[in-house]
T-cell receptor
Framework: AQSVTQLGSHVSVSEGALVLLRCNYS??????LFWYVQYPNQGLQLLLK??????LVKGINGFEAEFKKSETSFHLTKPSAHMSDAAEYFC????????????FGAGTTVTVRA | DAGVTQSPTHLIKTRGQQVTLRCSPK?????VSWYQQALGQGPQFIFQ???????QRGNFPDRFSGHQFPNYSSELNVNALLLGDSALYLC?????????????FGEGSRLTVL
């Protein structure tokens, strides 16, 4: 079985401040991990993915995430928040043992204060 | 290159009615997955179609059924609608075979059941 837990359903940051979104996973085999972003009334867009290469993954819009096997975590960060980062963010996991089916966390809503 | 397209974008039904949602996958993709996203929650896997057959299914009742056509497009059908079926229905496409599970999503079809 595989699952993800996103800590914090809502994060509020000031423009220019660090964005940190937490994700912990459980998987019986080495997982593939993803972060998706969803803007209001839109579908999901891939931010970045971990596929067993480098543990520090860089994505679009200045986001990056680090895979830490010992902590079973895949936290998402951005050094300096921009107003356009206001959206909902989803962590997701897949693995060969589950035929690569993507399982999503409950999501974290990010608001950016001017 | 066209991405994943879904129709209709919005629709309103009443309890007990039936609904059909449509999806065209990204060019070159042969696998279609459907997800239900209730308000304030992460996407939940409904089922996946490949080679015109249902390959995987999530924890959804038989009222939810689907179809994939030879051109890889897909339909999601929901019978005997309940109020709880109100949600954003997301279609996602991918390539079959060994991969990471990365999905490309459409904008979704928002279903409201009154």
């Amino acid at each position: 079985a595989q699952s993800v837990t996103q800590l914090g359903s809502h994060v509020s940051v000031s423009e220019g401040a660090l964005v940190l979104l937490r994700c912990n996973y459980s998987s019986s085999v080495p997982p593939y991990l993803f972060w998706y972003v969803q803007y209001p009334n839109q579908g999901l867009q891939l931010l970045l993915k971990y596929t067993s290469a480098a543990t520090l993954v860089k994505g679009i819009n200045g986001f990056e995430a680090e895979f830490k096997k010992s902590e079973t975590s895949f936290h998402l960060t951005k050094p300096s928040a921009h107003m356009s980062d206001a959206a909902e963010y989803f962590c997701a996991v897949s693995s060969p043992s589950n035929d690569y089916k993507l399982s999503f966390g409950a999501g974290t809503t990010v608001t950016v204060r001017a | 290159d066209a991405g994943v397209t879904q129709s209709p974008t919005h629709l309103i039904k009443t309890r007990g009615q039936q609904v059909t949602l449509r999806c065209s996958p990204k060019s070159g993709h042969d696998t279609v997955s459907w997800y239900q996203q209730a308000l304030g929650q992460g996407p939940q896997f409904i089922f996946q179609y490949y080679e015109e057959e249902e390959r995987q299914r999530g924890n959804f009742p038989d009222r939810f059924s689907g179809h994939q056509f030879p051109n890889y497009s897909s339909e999601l059908n929901v019978n005997a609608l309940l109020l709880g079926d109100s949600a954003l229905y997301l279609c996602a496409s991918s390539l079959a075979g060994p991969n990471t599970g990365e999905l490309f999503f459409g904008e979704g079809s928002r279903l409201t059941v009154l």
